[in-house]
Every structure is written in C-alpha cells, then in structure tokens.
C-alpha cells in the first residue's frame, strides 16, 4: 500500500536544526533515506522551499485571486514528502517515527487513494 | 452628497495629477521610486478627501503644497538625526521649482513611459511600471490583474524602478529612427494591460483596468498626434471594448464573435474606432496595431452588411503575416481562412505552428484547432484538441463553451 | 523549475461541485500530460491520516491530519516549469481552484542518486 509521509516543521528552527545547505542534506536524513532504500520502502521524496516562495491561488465566481504564502499560516510549515511503500497503516507509522522530522516537527501519514 | 460620477472624475483628476507630477520629478531626477515616495502622501490624501470635497482649483499646485509640507518635515527629520540624504534634498528643489509655477509644469509622462517600456526592461513588467507610475495604481491591484502573487509584483517594481535609475535610462522621446520600435513598446504595454482586464468578465476591477489601459491610450495619441500607430492600438481597444457587453448572454454563457448579438454592441465606440483608423490611414505607413484595427473594422462591417468581410481580413491577415512571424497571427488567420477556404484549408495553414512548442499549452491554438477539426468532420481530432482547450482554460464558461462542442461531436 | 502544486479541498464545496468537475480534471489532467507535467497522487480523506511528533522525547500519535484547517490537503502534482508566473497560470486551471485552494510550492533541485 503507498502512503504519502508529510513532514510538517517550523522552517526556521529546522534550518537551524540540522544544520542543512540549502541543496544539501542532513546526516540524519541521509540515513533515514537509505533507510527507505534499503527496505525497499522509497518511492519518491522531495523537499520543498521555504513558505515565503509560495503562492495559493483560488477561482471564486469566476475570478482568479493569486495570494502570496501557502494556504494556510500554521506553526509548522509543510517543508516536504515521501511517497513510502508499506505493508499498513501502521507499518507507515513506524517509518513515519524514525523521521528525522519527527523529533523538530511533525510527520502526518496519509493512504494514497489505491488504484 | 457628491454622485457616483462626481467621484469618480475627482479620482480620475487626482490620478492625473499625481501622474503628470511623478513623472515631471522623475525625469529630472531618473528617481521613479523617489517621486514617488515624495508624493506618495498628497496622493493618498488627494484620493480620499477629492470625491467627498471636490476638486481643487489648482490640482497640482494642491498636491505639491501636501508634499512640500510633508517634505520639509522629512528633512527636518533627518537633519535632527543628521543622516542627509541627497535624494530628499533633490526632491525637495524639484518640488519647490514645480510649486512656483505649478501652471507651468511641463508634460513628461510620455518621456516616462518611453522609460518604463525601455529595452532594457523587462517586457512583462512595461505594463506594471507604466499603470503604477503613470496611474498610481497599487501593486497589489495590478497584481491580481496580471495573475502575480501580490509581494512578487511589489518586489519586481521596485527592481524595474532601480534599473531605470542605476542603468541611467533615458526620459525622452526617441529620435525618428528609433521611434516606431519605441512606440510600439509603449503600445504594446498598454495594449497588454486593456487585455488582461479582457479577460476577466464582469468584474469590476478587470472592467478598471480596461478603462484605464483606454484612458492611457487616449493620452499617448493626444501627446503623439502625428504616430498613426498610436491611433491604430486605441482604435483596436475601442473595436474590442464595443464588444464587451455581447460577449457573454444573459446566463452569463460565452458567445464567440460570430454569434455575438450586433444590437449591444456599443455603436459610439465603433464609430469613434472608425474615425480613428481613417485618420491613421491617411498619415502614412502602416503598421501592425493599425492593420489589426482594421481587421477589426472589417470584422463590425457585419452590422452593415450582415456579415464579416472574411475576403478582407485574409488579405489583412496575409499583411500582417508578413510583418510579424507570430503564431497567434497564424492562429486567427486560420480561423478566417475557414471561411473563405474551408476548415481543411485552415488546418493545413497551422502546420507552420504546430511543432511550435509554446503552442503545447497555449489555448486558443487548441480552441481553434479543436472548432476547424470538428467542421472538417474529423471528430477524433477534433474531440482531442477541445479537451486539451478545456484543460488549458481557467474561465468556467469558456470550458463549458468548449464542452458543448465536444458533446455536439458525437452528434450527427 | 520544479513546482509542486498542493490541492486543498473543502469538503463541502466540494459536496457541491457539479459532476461535470471530474470531466474537467480529466482535460486538465490531459493538458498537464501534454505540456510535459506528471499528475500526481490522490490522498484519502485527511481524517484517515495520522500524525507522529515528538515531545520532551517521547513520540505522540494523532489520529487525523495535521492541521485543522477548513480545506485539507487532498492532491499533488508535480510541474517543471520556467517561473512561479507559468505556475501561478496553470495552478488557475486546476478546476481544484474553484472548489479549494492549489498552493504552489517550489521545490529544491532532487539529488541526483
């Protein structure tokens, strides 16, 4: 079953935090990738710029509005994603535990719609 | 109580005024931002007390009582802090020089859109530079007309702005020889700012943004009486904005060109395009925004004779052609050729454009190509190219439009 | 440039959507397909998910998505693009935008392996 792993962290803190160039990658993330290579688990991954490059835009009543910023301000940015291979639910949550983020942040785990 | 009509020609009065004065500080400072800022407070104020007070006797000289005002203040301030800065002084003697003689403030908002839409412009940002500095509109306004996250317009203005200073570009009209290519920047700016209020239907900050893309073009042929092209690009808004009332039905339905009901088209307006493409015609060479005017001409002949005169705007279409490559050229010569030819005809003649890259989400080229497709009976064509045109648009009633075409593909 | 588009649904609008929507995801899926962009997953409801964070060093489970937010993440795609202005024109085709928000997000270079 594929699950969308979702890394929810305050940008600021999580730069600080480990310590990451802005093209590069963590020790520790680089471990947990392998990780999720070596289990045959990796589907796909990618990180995300920082919110203040992002934009949202809705269509009401026929009108296109293009705001700055994502869709929502929350303490805890979405900064980036696995797509993860896993037997269920729970299999996922383990994964979802040994996240790096999971120790700065938050990692939200949802089923892929299957089919 | 002032009317709705009093108010909005106070607002107009106050942006022209602002306009006639950023541009009279600009062009001897090369500091767009600066005059800005130096009149940024009058304006404001202008804008709120205007519609309820009235106009002043003496727009600018108002404008530049507030802002010396304001000036002297920011000097002092900085004087106390002892942090002088040249640009406050400068603006300080232009504003105190316009002040003195505010009946004699020279023109120079042409000189600042020929800056604004300089080459060493950004050509996606002419328009903007040209509606803020000329206009005082907001960057947030023009952002939700251009479709750009409202910060990333602010910033790319203040970038424009600052290359107009640092790269020393000029406020003057171009010599002769560079003038038709100037202009037609300058024409091309203002032409894109009526298109994006063509857009959007039946919103009122879109219908704005038309008004004010005509308001400028009245003014540059008023400043540029002797450029045909000048009167061309305002005709050509005006042949469009005639339109604007019968491009959508009563249930709020696009209703394409030839289905367009000719009893609400705005008849002053085409009669006013009319005169201004005859007085074009008679000052000299041709050019592209003329040649459209008169396609466009040809197109309202339907109100005389019943229908376009297709034959013509081939012919003009082939003219154009020859001065510019574009595929949006292309792409509506197709759709004419479609009557004077066939529908086969005109599919062939977009074999020029369909390797054309920029045409794999370009929507009117599958809008077209799905309409030709589907008259020349090849319905699996057809039926691909108006669901890659459904896909590509973002106005509801232009994909419902193109969905009932699709559905009519399987009948008959 | 990557982009990643987050679609952001609001059920109830969503409840309201004519059926004709899905047949307009289909010819935006289409159009996407053709100018080179990958559609990407579709998440089941945000209340199916599960969120793990860590306090004082103890891991915590959450049932249900991460944010209570009125419009819940429900889609990706992904497009490679020139500028966030390509993106921005190509998030207002979504027929998502109608019925919830598309955030457009860029993204860093992948690593190559």
Redesign the interface.
């Known amino acids: 079953m594929k699950f969308m792993l979702l890394i929810h962290g305050n940008e600021q803190a999580m730069m600080e935090a480990t310590q990451v160039n802005s093209a590069g990658m963590s020790p520790e993330y680089a471990a947990y990738n392998d990780a999720l290579i070596k289990a045959g688990a990796m589907l796909a991954g990618e990180r995300l710029r920082p919110t203040t490059s992002a934009a949202s835009v809705r269509v009401r009543n026929g009108k296109t509005e293009v705001l700055d910023g994502p869709y929502a301000e929350t303490k805890e940015q979405f900064g980036g994603y696995y797509i993860i291979e896993a037997s269920d639910l729970d299999a996922a949550m383990d994964w979802a535990q040994q996240c790096p983020a999971s120790q700065f942040g938050t990692v939200e785990v949802r089923p892929v719609v299957q089919g | 109580m002032i009317g709705d009509e009093a108010r909005k020609a106070a607002e107009r009065v106050a942006r022209e005024s602002y306009g006639r004065l950023v541009a009279f500080l600009a062009a001897r400072t090369r500091d767009v931002a600066g005059a800005e800022d130096a009149l940024a407070e009058a304006f404001a104020s202008a804008l709120k007390s205007w519609p309820q007070d009235g106009i002043p006797a003496n727009p600018d000289a108002w404008l530049l009582t507030v802002a010396r005002r304001r000036q002297t203040d920011a000097v002092r301030r900085r004087q106390t802090r002892q942090s002088g800065e040249v640009h406050i002084q400068l603006m300080t003697e232009e504003l105190d020089e316009a002040a003195a003689n505010p009946d004699l403030i020279p023109d120079r908002r042409l000189a600042l859109m020929f800056a604004c839409a300089h080459p060493d412009i950004e050509a ?1 940002m002419r328009a903007p530079l040209i509606l803020q500095t000329i206009l005082g509109l907001t960057a947030i306004d023009i ?2 007309a251009f ?6 317009m602010g910033q790319r203005l203040v970038r424009a702005k600052a290359r107009i200073k640092d790269a020393g570009l000029p406020f003057a009209i171009p010599e002769r020889e560079d003038l038709p290519e100037r202009l037609d920047a300058v024409l091309e700016a203002i032409y894109a700012a009526y298109a994006k209020g063509w857009t ?4 009122t900050a ?1 219908d704005r943004l038309a008004d004010e893309a005509i308001w400028l073009g009245r003014l540059v042929v008023s400043l540029l009486p002797d450029e045909p092209e000048a009167k061309g690009m305002l005709a050509l808004m005006l042949y469009a904005e005639a339109r604007r009332a019968a491009r959508r039905d009563a249930s709020g339905a696009y209703v394409p060109l030839e289905a367009q009901d000719i009893e609400l088209w705005d008849e002053p307006q085409v009669v006013a395009a009319e005169a201004l493409l005859r007085d074009a015609n008679r000052m000299g060479p041709t050019g592209r925004y003329q040649i459209e005017a008169a396609i466009q001409s040809a197109h309202v002949a339907r109100r005389v004779t019943g229908r376009s005169n297709w034959e013509s705007v081939v012919a003009l279409y082939d003219i154009l052609l020859g001065l510019t490559q574009s595929p949006v050229v292309v792409l509506n010569r197709a759709a004419a050729l479609a009557e004077t030819a066939g529908a086969d005809v005109a599919l062939a003649s977009l074999d020029t454009i369909a390797a054309d890259r920029r045409m ?2 370009y929507q009117p080229y ?1 809008a077209a190509r799905g309409h030709l497709a589907a008259r020349a009976g090849r319905r699996e064509e057809a039926h691909e190219a108006l ?2 045109a ?8 232009v ?2 439009y193109l ?1 009932v075409q699709r559905t009519a593909l399987n009948d008959g | 440039m990557q982009f990643m588009f987050l679609i952001h649904h609001d059920d109830e609008a969503l409840a309201k959507a004519p059926p004709t929507m899905w047949g307009e995801y289909a010819a935006f899926n289409e159009a996407l397909t053709k100018a080179g962009g990958t559609p990407g997953l579709r998440l089941d409801p945000a209340s199916k998910g599960r969120s793990v964070t860590r306090r004082n060093g103890k891991p915590e489970l959450l049932d249900g998505p991460y944010a209570d937010t009125k419009e819940q993440f429900a889609g990706y795609y992904m497009l490679d693009l020139p500028d966030i202005d390509a993106a921005v024109q190509w998030a207002a085709r979504c027929p998502s935008a109608q019925y919830g928000t598309v955030e457009v997000r860029p993204i860093w270079p992948t690593r190559s392996a």
């Open positions: 996606g952002a939700a479709l750009i996250p409202p910060a990333t959007e239907i039946g919103d879109a794999a989400d599958w669901t890659l459904i896909g590509l648009s973002s106005d509801e009633a994909r419902q969905a």
